[in-house]
C-alpha cells in the first residue's frame, strides 16, 4: 500500500500543476487584457521548469568517492573527496547530497552525517569535500550517495540513492610501550629466567659425556666408535621470548584503551624480535598462534581494527569455558578493565604451569583504582600473580614497572 502511495503521490502532482497551467491559461483567455496574459507568462516558466525536475533523471549522475590515503590509525583526520558528473548539464537550483556511511564514523565527530547542499547550476562536475576530525577504530562501509532537489515552489521534490561502495578499515592507534622481558618462575627452588632457553639442534658446537635424560638423537656416534664410550653433543643455546596476550572483550567504556594497549604491545613485541599469540573471546572466539613477523603482526593488526567488545561473560567465567592452548614457556598477558577474585582465581591455574602470568588493569584517563580492586590486587600477588593498573595515555611504563615489582 505505501509503495502505492509512493507511486501515485509524483503522479498527482503532475496532474495539479497541469491543472494549474489549465486554469492560468483559461483566466487569461476569458479575463484579457495585459495583466491576465502577465501572470500567464509569468507563471510558466517555472511550471515547464517543473515539469522538466519532475521528468530529469537523478540516478544519470556518475558518483565516485576518494580518500587522501590507503591506511588510517584511530584519531586520524580524514578527508573525502566526492565527485558527481553528468552528461546533461540540465540546470538544478539546488541538491543535498549526502554520502550514505555506517553510523560509527561519527562517533567522535562535530556533526553526524556527511550531508550538505550544494547549487549545482549547469555544471556537468561537481566535488563535495568533507572532513572527519577524529576517526574511530573499525570498519566502516561507504555504501552509496543519495541526492535529493526540488523546484522552485517545492512542488516535486525527487529523490534517488546512487550505489558507490567503498571500505574503510581504521586500525587501533599504537603508543611505545618499550618491551621488557618478564621473569618465568618455577616451582624447583627459588630460580627465575628472563628467558626461554632453547637449543639449536642444527649447530653443534661441541661433544660432552652422556648424561642420563639425553635426548638418543643427540648422541655422537663416530665418538662412540671410535672410544666406545657414550657422547652427546652439545647444541647452541637461543634465547626467545614467547608471550601470549589475552584480551578481555566483556562490555567496557575502557575498552578502546585497552585495544589500543594491546595493539601497542603487541607492536613492541614483535619488534623486539620475540614471538606473541592472541586470544581474543566474545561472541566469536578467535586464537592467534605463538609466532613472529611482519606478516604474522599484519594479521593481529586487522584482528584488532575489527574487534568488538561483545562478550556477554566476565573474564573468569570465559576463561574457565574455553581455556587457552599454549607453550607452559610463554608468559601470560591478560587486558582487562575490570577485575574480581574469581577472574583471578580462573587465571591462577595459569600462573601454576610454570609461566609468567601478569594482569594489566587498563583505566581510562582520570578513573581512580576503587578499594575492591586495591583488594584483589593484594589477593593476585599472593598467588604469585602480578596485578598491573595502567591508565590510558600512560601505558609507556607498564613492562618498566612489571619488572620492577
Known amino acids: 500500500m ?88 540540465f540546470p538544478l537550483f539546488y541538491m543535498v547530497m549526502e554520502d550514505v556511511v555506517t553510523d560509527s564514523m561519527f562517533h567522535h565527530s562535530g556533526f553526524q552525517k556527511a550531508k550538505a547542499m550544494i547549487h549545482p547550476g549547469f555544471r556537468k562536475r561537481i566535488t563535495l569535500t568533507y572532513i572527519v576530525d577524529e576517526l574511530p577504530r573499525g570498519e566502516h562501509i ?19 540513492t546512487v550505489e558507490c561502495k567503498d571500505k574503510l578499515l581504521v586500525y587501533p592507534s599504537t603508543v611505545d610501550v618499550p618491551y621488557r622481558p618478564l621473569e618465568s618462575r618455577y616451582d624447583q627452588g627459588m630460580t627465575t629466567s628472563n628467558v626461554k632457553i632453547q637449543k639449536d639442534t642444527t649447530m653443534a658446537t661441541g661433544i660432552r659425556e652422556y648424561q642420563p635424560g639425553d635426548r638418543f638423537s643427540w648422541i655422537h656416534w663416530k665418538t662412540f ?38 595493539a601497542s604491545m603487541i607492536r613492541s613485541i614483535v619488534k623486539k624480535g620475540a614471538q606473541v599469540g592472541l586470544v581474543s573471546i566474545g561472541e566469536d572466539h578467535v586464537s592467534f598462534p605463538i609466532r613472529g613477523g611482519e606478516e604474522h603482526l599484519s594479521q593481529l593488526s586487522y584482528h584488532l581494527a575489527k574487534v568488538k ?19 607452559q614457556s610463554a608468559a601470560v598477558l591478560v587486558v582487562t578493565s575490570s577485575v574480581s577474585k574469581k577472574m583471578i582465581m580462573s587465571v591462577n591455574q595459569y600462573a601454576k604451569r610454570n609461566s609468567s602470568v601478569v594482569v594489566f588493569l587498563v583505566k581510562r584517563v582520570g578513573e581512580m583504582v ?13 598467588r604469585g600473580i602480578r596485578l598491573k593498573v595502567c591508565h590510558e595515555g600512560d601505558f609507556s611504563s607498564a613492562f618498566l614497572e612489571v619488572k620492577r615489582a
Open 309 to 327: 567488545h561483545d562478550s556477554r561473560f566476565g573474564l573468569g567465567k570465559v576463561l574457565q569455558g574455553e581455556g587457552l592452548n599454549y607453550s
Open 142 to 160: 561507504f555504501s552509496a550517495v543519495r541526492f535529493r532537489t526540488g523546484d522552485f515552489f517545492g512542488v516535486f521534490e525527487k529523490e534517488a
Open 2 to 89: 505505501k509503495k502505492t502511495l509512493q507511486y501515485l503521490k509524483p503522479l498527482g502532482k503532475f496532474l495539479l500543476l497541469l491543472f494549474l497551467i489549465g486554469i492560468t491559461f483559461s483566466f487569461a483567455m476569458f479575463q484579457g487584457g495585459f495583466v491576465s496574459w502577465f501572470l500567464f507568462y509569468s507563471f510558466m516558466p517555472f511550471a515547464l521548469y517543473s515539469l522538466f525536475v519532475f521528468l530529469y533523471p537523478l540516478s544519470a549522475f556518475y558518483v565516485e568517492r576518494s580518500f587522501e590515503a590507503n591506511e588510517f590509525k584511530a584519531g586520524d583526520e580524514l578527508k573525502v573527496t566526492v565527485t558527481l558528473s553528468r552528461k546533461i548539464p
Open 370 to 382: 576503587t578499594e575492591e580492586e586495591k583488594s584483589v590486587k593484594a589477593y593476585a600477588s599472593s
Open 225 to 262: 666408535a671410535r672410544t666406545n664410550e657414550l657422547m652427546t653433543k652439545e647444541f647452541e643455546e637461543r634465547q626467545s621470548h614467547d608471550v601470549l596476550i589475552v584480551l578481555d572483550r566483556e562490555v567496557s567504556p575502557a575498552f578502546e584503551a585497552m585495544v589500543t594497549f594491546t
